[in-house]
């Protein structure tokens, strides 16, 4: 028998509160290397010789804030764009067994995440954008170029110019990122804690202390990078490049170019720092999130 109404509609608010608390935390905990990753999907090989020599390269010419370059963006969205994702994750998976009590299955769990990926992007997508243009202005005013001191400016430029198409670049480029990486980012985070509680907590899940979520998120974290990488390199050279394309086949094309120019490592530059910033930037979102929608759920019932 599904649950009423009133339940499924308490989860969904619990998921959009719990997420937003996690989003901040997500924040804090990985955003240092951020900038290390994108620089290194979309410059050049040969530019930084590694993640580390990106970082050193980055606090030289920009001093230690040009590390959080970008990062306006995010801050600014992360609240809404967490609280979209787990919303739109419990309501799938609230669609397909009709109850949040009733535990899915690893495949409904992976198929909420996938759905939940696809909502996101809407929000995801312009926030990445700018983001992205903001982190790759690597001694912008040396070149001669452009330099925008915060998403607000450069979103009005691109709207200025390209219309439209300027802050839905790379939509579709996210979309097919989001779908793989949310289904294994729930599922290695599902699978995980459910390990732990068979081992810990006699199978129950709701008793896990706060270092077991935390370790089952960043499996979660790990399985988000391992999932996706190389559509979020392709993602990223799309949203840096010159103009917003116009054709559909444009994933395709740049992964093209992605492999003429720099072979199979290019799809996987800055893999290191993400995976890394990952651990316990996951970690402490889904243990954040898990923390919270027990509280409230308390606090309803």
Known sequence: MSEAPEALVLDELSAVNSGSG???????AGS???AAQVRMQVEKAGIFKGPVDCLLKTVKNEGVLGLYKGMASPL???????SLLFWAYSYGKSLQTGSPNI???MGQIALAGAGAGVVNSVLASPVELLKVRLQVQYNAAARGAEVFRGP?????????????RGIAWGFWATVARE???YAAFYSGFEFAKRRF?????????????PLPLMLSGSLGGVSYWVACYPLDVIKSRVQNGSAPPRRMGYIAETAKNIMAEQGVKGFFRGFSPSVIRSIPAAGVTFATYELVMRALNNNLM
């Open 22 to 28: 996690g989003g901040w935390k997500d924040f804090v």
């Open 32 to 34: 240092l290397a951020g």
């Open 76 to 82: 600014v969205g992360i609240a809404a764009v967490n």
């Open 103 to 105: 535990t899915p299955t």
């Open 152 to 164: 607000v400016p450069l979103a009005r430029h691109l709207v200025q110019q390209f219309g439209a």
């Open 179 to 181: 779908i793989p990486a």
């Open 197 to 209: 509680a068979d081992l810990l907590t006699d199978g129950d899940a709701s008793k896990l202390s």
